[in-house]
């Protein structure tokens, strides 16, 4: 019991971990896009077009503006998760932590009953706070493959994968690059619909065989 005890001490990596994760999904939690516009037309986001809260389904409903205030708020969301979290505690593996847990508060937010958005944006703004080095190899990475593909949703899920990739070559840090990788897989998850879509629509103009 003594040792349990100490497991769960406030300053055990274990207890901060919890608190960490648990702060930053709430924070992730916090889809702007869904309130902006039910306090603006008492329309339930969930119940429009995609069904997702994020940009671009609110700006279905609001138009540009409702598109531009939901995306700087998500990526606002996502970089706030990363700054608090190097402020309180410093190890590098936190904030791998803090990445993927206000992310998955976006795409799963607990008061939502778990509908929110696809998590592109927030992903962007903490990838900016944790390590701009990887928001570059990602935007390179979406840039060729979009040159491939042609079709910019494809690009971007694809390019997702270069960030542990990234993170192996330039950290050389399998922690981060295991965290990120379920980074990936989660924003994989949540575009697995637009996957099946994109993947059916590149597969019909490739050349085909007898």
């Avoid at 902006?36 to 119940?47: F, I, K, N, Y």
């Avoid at 279905?60 to 996502?78: A, N, Q, Y």
């Avoid at 990739?165 to 690059?177: E, H, K, N, S, W």
């Avoid at 379920?182 to 590149?202: G, P, Q, S, T, Y």
Wanted: charged residues 10%.
């Amino acid at each position: 019991m003594q040792q349990f005890g100490q497991w769960f001490s406030v300053q055990t990596p274990l207890f901060q971990g919890l608190m960490v994760f648990a702060g930053c999904y709430l924070l992730g939690c916090l889809t702007l896009g869904y309130y902006l516009v039910r306090w603006c037309s008492g329309v339930d986001l969930r119940e429009v077009g995609s069904g997702g809260v994020g940009a671009k389904n609110a700006g279905r409903v609001l138009g540009r503006s409702g598109f531009v205030v939901t995306l700087l708020g998500d990526i606002l969301k996502g970089a706030l998760a990363i700054w608090l979290t190097k402020q309180v505690v410093p190890a590098e593996w936190f904030a791998t932590l803090a990445v993927v847990a206000v992310v998955a508060g976006h795409i799963w937010p607990v008061q939502l009953r778990f509908q929110g958005g696809k998590g592109i944006a927030t992903t962007l703004g903490a990838l900016l706070v944790y390590d701009w080095v990887m928001l570059l190899v990602w935007g390179g990475v979406m840039g060729a493959c979009y040159l491939l593909f042609r079709r910019f949703v494809l690009a971007g899920l694809v390019a997702v994968v270069a960030v542990p990739i990234a993170a192996v070559v330039t950290r050389g840090a399998l922690v981060d690059a295991a965290g990120l990788t379920l980074l990936v897989v989660i924003v994989w998850f949540a575009h697995r619909n637009n996957l099946r879509e994109e993947f059916l629509i590149f597969s019909k103009h490739l050349p085909q065989t007898r």
